[in-house]
């Protein structure tokens, strides 16, 4: 069974930095790419930050240069380092990857970025 555990998020003043945590079980962790996406109220889920298997990374524009996304294969493990946070940043953050053809996600962990 494929599980995707969230953690790190809270409340942060603008300009704070927080850092998540998504641990993954159930698959063979180290050769497949990791997502983080967030949903706003009211707004669509949006892909934040991806890592390949090969650590390749690439960033929704309103992060890059804040977000750093990374994993610890040796912990079957993906971070998502949030720095400068901005009051827009607010949001569920949720993990995901993708499984037998079937995208599997975590139960999501709030970031709230009050100014």
């Known amino acids: 069974q494929v599980r995707l555990v969230e953690s790190g998020g809270g409340l942060v003043q603008a300009g704070g930095s927080l850092r998540l945590s998504c641990v993954v079980s159930g698959i063979p962790f180290r050769i497949r790419g990791m997502g983080w996406y967030r949903q706003a109220p009211g707004k669509q889920r949006e892909l934040v930050a991806a890592i390949s298997s090969g650590e390749t990374t690439n960033y929704l524009d309103s992060v890059k240069g804040r977000f750093t996304i990374s994993r610890d294969n040796a912990k079957n493990t993906v971070y998502l380092q949030m720095n400068s946070l901005k009051v827009e940043d607010t949001a569920d953050y949720y993990c995901?990857?993708?499984?037998?053809?079937?995208?599997?996600w975590g139960q999501g962990t709030q970031v709230t970025v009050s100014s």
């Open positions: 995901q990857t993708r499984w037998r053809a079937e995208d599997c």
